[in-house]
């Protein structure tokens, strides 16, 4: 039985937002749109924005809201009690009877569909205005879930309208200019999926924090999704490469194990009038595993992708598994209303300038820095005197806490994670964030001063002081195309995705060892090895770090593996050149276990590394397992554009022993259209580049060490620090050489070394030599970028340098 004030839910369509709000109307639309390919939605109905606006008329609320509400705004009335007040009224009014009964009738009718008499529903919000393009109420108005009986319905629908009107969305109308009166609410009513038995989470078609538009990013916990959305748990984290979804076998690029320490389950003791959820610890069994499986986290990406597509923009959604029959459920889709109000061209730049002590770090929520006096909050209660420009630092935060987030500096947590609420209106306010830290509360002082950075990557870091810091306006649009390729050297995974918008014709250098030492952290051979591994406390924490692999090689591979991916993410289908693994054997013995296998030497710099190691019994099957991630990388992940680079290669006839080792596990020039290049940063690669052209596809010049090597001067040495200058004659000539051979040969020849970012007349020099491309780090892509255009226009234009070889 239905009518213009209880609606079906597959009646409804986008068409219908002024009656029944975004979030309603987009379940509609899922439901008839989606529903018969495959995306599965709990069926329900909603009350209607009509059915709101009789309830008002019916108990006379009108007169009474409107001069509460103008107290208010007269500051003759604080917030507090104003909402509460309002609130009241809502709570002590009954249906219209031809309502309730369309209500209880629509409530039969699911449960008749169901098979069950009083069917479990969920019972949401949604205000008339909420998901718009430009704001989102999300989260503000309640959720009641797991409501059973026809009474109980009812009285969760009255709550659901007197959450129109908590103190969070009062105060986020007025910051957005909505009237009150005009914002009517909608109920919507589905059936209760078991997530107490399974799981929930929230997915998004961006990524959040950067707005690179070719991933889904999902968050996942057990149990109900409260503890998701007002963060009081740490959720694992999937990504997802769209362009690869049905073109690579499993095309995620991040799987981080969250905490997950809690979780909101089903209350079957609970009264009848009271909540009937309650929070329990999990297991040590579900803290230590993944929510989700890859087959699980494809199948979520495949929906988000089809309804991003269905609606044309950038999604937000919300999902459950059901415990009790393992399926899985989209409950929400809403528009994602913050990065998709930035542009693609345009964008800040924040770089910190200053270093200080690093009190506490967690997931970076924007990418500004921020600086202020500490406000340590430990409860809402405290938050009256909070002062304007502070940090707010806490345990967690919910939608009462948003008057005071919108006068905080910045905001700090123990716990949440990027989906959080704290994470969630933080980017709405334009705030940075860091987190799920832990510990935040408890080593932060009250009063004490902060610098809390979140452009530094994935990881947001709270410094202690007041740091220096600039903001760079850029305008990619601007930006000039160069003749010479311009690329990117990448070494974090955590920063990958920051950098997505730089024009960059790809990846010239991304470093394996800088993956290995700050994702991995464990000496590969210990790994294969383990039973020479002495040291007790390194033997603890490599069980830490490989707990729930069966092998502990598995571990490198995969960790390593998704570390790459996920550094090749932003630039497909462009080229991405990985280096394999060029630690000195110092560095590697700084690694977790990597005392047992490395002997000193007098100098690393030029003893036991690069090419030579791969092939030595005394770190060959530590390469074999540097083959398997960059096979799982290429093959299995689909990240084909991914170019195999060989470091510090001393003969030709040790280039023919690697290229025989990577074939021997799977990485074979030529195969599956694999390109293998080679460092040339030895005398000896340039002085017989014709042989070593003729093994490999590709040279990238690393003018650190080719510089070293060419002056005989350790680029260590702090004493001979002004002697080391690739500017220098020698060296410059040897480069010109290389790349006079390398297009000889019919190869591209690169540089990835640090020489172009610091010295742009250095650039200037490799430009007019007619270098292939230019591999620059992030920081000073844009303005070595200039520089590069313009020495290619004036080339073009006649004779004349900066710089003779």
């Not at 659901?160 to 009513?189: M, N, P, Q």
């Not at 969630?424 to 705030?431: A, F, M, T, W």
């Not at 200037?764 to 844009?782: A, H, Q, T």
């Amino acid at each position: 039985m239905s009518g213009p004030d209880v609606l079906p839910l597959e009646e409804l369509g986008m068409a219908d937002v002024p009656r029944v709000g975004g979030k309603n109307a987009s379940l509609g639309e899922l439901l008839r749109a989606l529903g018969g390919r495959g995306v599965r939605v709990p069926g329900g109905f909603a009350t209607s924005a009509d059915a709101y606006r009789a309830y008002v008329a019916a108990n006379g609320i009108g007169p009474r809201l409107g001069e509460l509400l103008a107290a208010h705004r007269s500051g003759r009335a604080g917030l507090r009690e104003t909402g509460a007040a309002v609130r009241e009224l809502f709570l002590g009014g009954a249906f219209p009877e031809d309502t309730a009964e369309r209500i209880r009738a629509a409530y039969r009718a699911l449960g008749a569909r169901t098979g069950r008499a009083d069917p479990a529903v969920a019972v949401r919000s949604n205000a008339t205005a909420e998901d718009l393009p430009d704001a989102s109420f999300a989260g503000q108005q309640e959720t009641f879930l797991d409501v059973v009986g026809e009474e109980a319905l009812l009285e969760a629908c009255r709550r659901c309208y007197a959450s129109l009107f908590t103190d969070r969305a009062i105060t986020y109308r007025e910051l957005k200019g909505f009237d009150h009166l005009a914002v009517a609410l909608s109920v919507g009513v589905q059936e209760m999926v078991r997530a107490d038995l399974g799981a929930f989470g929230v997915m998004f078609t961006l990524d959040t924090e950067t707005g690179f538009p070719d991933v889904v990013v999902v968050s996942a916990a057990w149990g109900l999704g409260e503890t998701v959305v007002q963060g009081s748990v740490d959720p694992d984290k999937y990504v997802v490469f769209k362009p690869l979804l049905g073109a690579a076998p499993a095309p995620v690029v991040e799987r981080t194990r969250g905490a997950k320490l809690q979780k909101m389950v089903r209350d079957d003791d609970a009264p009848a009038a009271a909540p009937r959820t309650r929070l329990v610890a999990t297991t040590d069994r579900e803290r230590r595993a993944f929510v989700l499986d890859d087959a699980d986290v494809l199948r979520l990406a495949r929906w988000a992708v089809q309804v991003e597509e269905h609606y044309g923009r950038p999604m937000d959604l919300e999902w459950a598994e059901d415990g009790s029959t393992g399926e899985l459920f989209l409950l929400q889709a809403r528009p994602e209303t913050v990065q998709a109000r930035r542009g693609r061209t345009r964008f800040t730049v924040h770089h910190l300038e200053g270093s200080g002590p690093v009190l506490a770090s967690g997931a970076a929520i924007g990418d500004v820095i921020a600086a202020g006096p500490a406000r340590v909050v430990r409860s809402p209660a405290d938050v009256e005197d909070f002062p304007a420009g502070a940090v707010l630092v806490t345990g967690t935060t919910d939608p009462d806490w948003v008057p005071v987030m919108r006068r905080a500096a910045a905001v700090v947590t123990d716990h949440g994670g990027p989906t959080s609420h704290a994470a969630i209106v933080s980017r709405e306010l334009g705030l940075p964030a860091v987190v799920g830290t832990g510990d935040a509360t408890a080593v932060v002082a009250d009063g004490q001063e902060l610098t809390v950075s979140c452009a530094e990557g994935e990881r947001g870091r709270v410094y202690a002081g007041t740091l220096p810091f600039r903001a760079e306006e850029v305008d990619l649009g601007s930006l000039p195309r160069t003749r010479t390729a311009i690329m990117v050297n990448v070494a974090s995974p955590d920063a990958a995705l920051r950098w997505w918008r730089l024009p960059a014709d790809g990846v010239g250098l991304a470093r394996m060892e800088f993956v290995v030492n700050s994702i991995v952290q464990v000496h590969p051979m210990a790994l294969v090895r383990p039973e020479r591994v002495a040291d007790e406390a390194d033997r603890r924490r490599i069980a830490e770090l490989t707990e729930g692999f069966e092998d502990p090689g598995e571990y490198f591979v995969q960790t390593l593996a998704l570390g790459l991916a996920k550094l090749a993410a932003p630039h497909h289908p462009r080229p991405v050149v990985v280096r394999l693994s060029d630690f000195k054997s110092n560095e590697y013995a700084h690694l977790v276990g990597g005392a047992a296998f490395e002997q000193a030497e007098e100098n690393p710099m030029l003893g036991f590394r690069g090419a030579s190691r791969y092939y030595d019994p005394r770190y060959r099957e530590g390469f074999a397992l540097e083959c398997r991630a960059l096979r799982r990388v290429r093959e299995h992940i689909g990240f084909r554009n991914v170019v195999v680079m060989v470091p510090f290669c001393r003969t030709p006839a040790e280039a023919d022993r690697v290229l025989a080792e990577m074939a021997a596990h799977g990485l074979e020039r030529g195969r599956e259209g694999l390109k293998v290049y080679m460092m040339c940063e030895i005398p000896s690669n340039v002085v017989l580049a014709e042989q070593f052209a003729a093994r490999f596809d590709g040279f990238s010049i690393g003018s650190n060490d080719l510089t070293q090597l060419v002056l005989g001067v350790d680029r260590d040495a702090e004493a001979l620090r002004a002697l080391f200058d690739e500017r220098d004659e020698a060296v410059t000539r040897m480069i010109a050489e290389a790349i006079r051979k390398a297009h000889a040969a019919g190869i591209p020849i690169g540089i990835c070394g640090q020489g172009p970012s610091d010295h742009p007349d250095f650039a200037e020099f490799l430009v007019r030599e007619g270098i292939d491309s230019i591999s620059l780090n992030p920081d000073s892509f844009l303005r070595t970028a200039r520089r590069i255009a313009e020495t290619g226009r004036r080339l073009a234009a006649g004779p004349g340098s900066t710089m003779d070889a």
